[in-house]
């Protein structure tokens, strides 16, 4: 099966964080969705300053063969797109 590889990019440290396999970039944006809902989550410098961030899409990955290739980074998605899914809690 043919994957994508995701990662956030931190605009203001300039620096990417940690990539994530997801099936298209409709399933990393669900996958991103679900975190702005997670408490945990909402401590993070990513929830608490989201238009900070980007989604980025880095490369793709063939699981069968173990090939990964990487693509020019492209603009996913803005986080603030997603800071309306999660409630701060006090």
């Known amino acids: 099966m043919k994957l994508s590889m995701f990662s956030v990019r931190d605009v203001v440290a300039g620096c990417y964080l940690a990539p ?25 410098p990513v929830f608490q300053n989201p238009q900070d961030f980007r989604l980025m899409h880095l490369a793709d990955f063939d699981d069968e063969t173990g090939e990964i290739s990487p693509v020019l980074p492209r603009l996913v998605a803005e986080m603030s797109e997603f800071a309306s899914l999660g409630t701060v809690r006090s």
Do not use: Y
């Not at 997801?22 to 399933?27: G, I, L, P, Q, T």
């Open 20 to 44: 994530f396999p997801a099936r298209s970039e409709v399933d990393a944006k669900r996958q991103i969705a679900a975190s702005f809902k997670d408490p945990q989550f909402q401590q993070t």
